[in-house]
């Protein structure tokens, strides 16, 4: 989604290993349920699927199209099929608080909720919050989320927060939790590769088994994204993510994407930062309707 597709070779071995780390982290067993809207031809979603194969749990489809339409679509299932996890980009929890009617939330029994896992996308913690006053009621708690940072190079998931763990934030930014079973996570200079200390921000490079191979067909990519090395001989290889963040008490804290820097007078902005003040400035502007890119113009 940032860049021009590339496919990415994901053995059995990787997903076999994902699935192991998502049952331990979120205590899934086959006694679960799962329900999902999320797309199969997204990591989130196929990954889900594919826990509950592995586990023997019961796994409960809706479309994409079926949430947008009525979000309270997804928690009635949650609700009627009594599915201890569930999964979706932080902007599915913000719709739900604003669409979600009274007459829905009356009917609704959130308390078997155990693990609702936020990611894809920046999580905001006012968004968890505003979730939480609007469904406390329906017996949701705060520490149900579980935050969480992946990409389809690491097969799915890279940290997550445990279920029963109420998120932490810093700097007004999401704790993602911490690295899954055998993974590794360093904080890297990128233009240096020397590992960055404890709360320094710098790019999330990342090791463990299940770490896809590389890309399909595109040995240079490859090499340049998975086969990392730290200065010095310190340490190697990892995967690049090319996303940027921060480690707190072994809790990674994700900060942008460094495609995605905007840089105007010499400052770093990241575009989901202007995208929150500008759709925040005036009601005429639709919520996470909005993009923020840089444009060059007169050598500026």
Known sequence: TTSQ??????THGNILE??????????????????????????????GTLACLYQGARCVTLSP????QNPGR?????????????????????????RVTDQELATLDL????????????????????????????????ESF????????ATLGVATSGAGVAPVHDRSITGCGYPLRDQEIVIVDPETRAARPEGEVG???????NVAQGYWNRPDETQATFRACLANGAGGPFMRTGDVGFLK??????????????????????PQDIELTVEQCHPALRPFSGAAFAVDEADQ
């Open 5 to 10: 597709p590339k496919g990415v070779i994901v």
């Open 18 to 47: 994902q699935s192991e780390q998502l049952h331990l982290v979120w205590d899934f067993t086959a006694s679960d349920t799962l329900v999902t809207w999320l797309p199969h031809y997204h990591d989130m979603g196929l990954i």
């Open 65 to 68: 199209l079926a949430f947008y």
């Open 74 to 98: 997804w928690l009635r299932a949650i609700s009627d099929y009594r599915a201890s996890c569930s999964a979706a980009p932080n902007s599915a929890y913000e719709m739900c608080v604003r």
């Open 111 to 142: 308390s078997c909720w155990k693990a609702a896992i936020n990611g894809a996308e920046p999580v905001r913690y006012p968004t968890l919050e505003r979730f939480v006053e609007r469904f406390a009621r329906c017996g949701f708690r705060l």
């Open 146 to 153: 579980c935050p969480a940072y992946g990409l389809a190079e």
């Open 203 to 209: 790019e999330i490079w990342v090791s463990g088994p």
């Open 249 to 270: 008490d072994g809790e990674l804290f994700v900060t942008g994407r460094m495609k995605d820097l905007i840089i105007v007078g010499g400052r770093n902005h990241y």
